[in-house]
């Protein structure tokens, strides 16, 4: 008998503010987030693990930072983040150190390596590799190979087809796939920022990206859009023999307030 596989939920930007009233393009991240934590219970309860794949807070704060861990802590689950382009990486570094919920550069479970990159900016909305998180991958990678990896960061590492989007990838992916191509045991990459759902497939490895907690961004879409579907969630099943099984759940209805026609924030 196959041994059970491991079970993960990725919530990814969600965008909480200091003040709980806070509010994206008219949606109130915090409630939205509260939904989409309630749907995960009903529907993939418990995982395994948790990752959270950047933009956690929009606003840097260390009191946004505190509501997310009253979100996260509390759920029984180890919790695993890295930053986006929104967040004060530092800051979430500091902050995020908790029993349950970590910032950290990688995990070792069961038949699995989960590698979390830093490609947050200072300054900047797209994304960068440093040349030491490149070599920190490189040596964990090769640390490992008994164990299949899945590589998470949050700037989109390939095109996903929407032209305003895509001015904001990973500026260096060229290098990231230099490396991980060294390594047969890469699985997946997995990722958020584009607030939509995508995957593709490059050389057998699943390329992921995941719908927000809040507001999404309107696929193939040229200039700032934003998509009528409900926030939500991503659940994977890994596999032992290194197979990966994923989809997306999303709430029932639109967060109450989004401004549809809004050019961008």
Do not use: K
């Not at 807070?57 to 029984?76: C, K, N, P």
């Not at 695993?80 to 990688?106: C, E, F, I, K, T």
């Not at 390594?183 to 927000?212: E, M, N």
């Amino acid at each position: 008998m196959n041994p059970t596989p491991l079970q993960l939920l990725q919530f990814t930007d969600t965008h909480l503010f200091a003040d709980a009233a806070g509010a994206l393009l008219g949606v109130n991240t915090e409630q939205s987030l509260q939904a989409v934590l309630d749907l995960a219970r009903q529907q993939h309860w418990p995982p395994d693990l948790i990752l959270t794949t950047g933009d956690l807070v929009h606003d840097g704060s260390i009191q946004a930072y505190a509501r997310f861990l009253r979100h996260f802590s509390g759920l029984g689950v180890p919790v695993y983040s890295l930053p986006g382009n929104h967040d004060a990486a530092p800051r979430l570094y500091a902050q995020l150190q908790q029993p349950s919920v970590q910032a950290v550069d990688h995990v070792l479970r069961d038949h699995w390596q989960f590698c979390l990159l830093d490609t947050s900016v200072p300054g900047s909305e797209g994304g960068h590799l440093a040349a030491a998180e490149l070599q920190r991958l490189d040596a964990q990678l090769a640390a490992h190979p008994d164990h299949h990896a899945l590589v998470c960061l949050h700037h989109q590492p390939v095109p996903v087809g929407s032209r305003w989007l895509d001015t904001m990838a990973v500026d260096n992916a060229d290098a990231l796939f230099a490396v991980l191509d060294r390594h047969p045991q890469v699985r997946g990459l997995l990722w958020g920022h584009v607030h939509q759902d995508f995957h593709q497939r490059r050389a057998g490895v699943h390329l992921i990206a995941s719908p927000s907690t809040c507001i999404q961004f309107a696929p193939a879409s040229t200039e700032f859009a934003i998509d009528d579907t409900p926030p939500g969630y991503r659940w994977l099943r890994l596999h032992a023999d290194g197979r990966i099984d994923t989809g997306v759940e999303r709430i029932a209805d639109i967060p109450v307030g989004l401004e549809r026609a809004s050019q961008g924030y």
